[in-house]
């Protein structure tokens, strides 16, 4: 199994709404990333988890909650956003732990809508 | 904040004929990749090239890299329609950053 899978792959939501995007692989892959990218624009990194721990948070605000709870499942918690939240959030894997130098797998994306 | 930049930032081509785009960075990279993302959909990678390499091949794909420019150029040979994507390039550096360029959007006509 060679593939990240994500769900769902929509979601709208209003602004007092507290959802969860989820992400799983089975690759046997160490370190799992969460992006946001806004259409036209490239993916913004997130979060890094490696071996399950979460080693980088790129300043993201505290309404996103990122949780590993094993090494193949990656959630993303999502409580009280804003309509500027709208976005495709992908997720990515990678065989090594560390983020430089290593080829990322993605998912396919969940379409986010805040309204 | 993005490292780098690609030009141009849409390209339009015949079926087959040669795509060139390409990426240029502010500071020294370890390493650069190259992603291809179909409209809407994740990423898939293409070719990984490091910091003491000047040129690589993958079938139809061929990537160079100038460190003294901050650059790197992607060519793809032949195109076809199916190569009808956006395209970036992403680089890391010291202290575990890693950006994605502003990225190019190939259309090819069949």
Redesign the interface.
């Known amino acids: 199994d060679t593939e ?1 899978t994500q769900t769902p792959k929509h979601l709208v939501m209003g602004m007092t709404n507290k959802k969860s995007l989820k992400c799983e692989q089975h690759m046997g892959h160490r370190a799992m990333y969460w992006y946001k990218q806004k259409a036209k ?5 997130m979060f890094v988890y490696s071996y399950e721990k979460l080693s ?1 948070n790129e300043s993201v605000p505290s309404r996103f909650s990122p949780e590993c709870p094993n090494s193949s499942l990656l959630n993303l918690h999502l409580h009280a956003l804003q309509p500027e939240d709208s976005a ?1 959030y ?1 997720c ?1 894997s990678s065989q090594a732990s ?4 290593n ?7 969940t ?1 986010l809508t805040v309204l | 904040s ?1 490292q780098g930049e690609e030009d141009p930032q849409a390209l339009s081509i015949q079926e087959g004929e040669n795509a060139t785009m390409n990426c240029s960075y502010k500071t020294s990279i ?2 650069l ?1 190259w992603y291809r993302q179909n409209s ?6 293409l070719i ?1 090239i ?1 910091s003491n390499e000047r040129e690589k091949h993958s079938g139809r794909l061929r990537v160079t890299l100038d460190t003294s420019k901050k650059s790197s150029s992607l060519l793809i040979t032949a195109s076809r329609a199916a190569d009808t994507a956006s395209y ?1 390039c992403a680089t ?2 010291t202290g ?1 950053q ?6 190019t959007s190939l259309t090819v006509i069949p």
């Open positions: 990240v624009k490239p993916p913004e990194l980088i495709l992908l990515a560390r983020l430089a130098g080829e990322q797998f993605f998912g396919p994306g379409r | 993005q370890n390493n990749q809407g959909r994740g990423l898939v990678h990984l490091r970036f890391d550096g575990n890693f950006y994605f360029g502003t990225g």
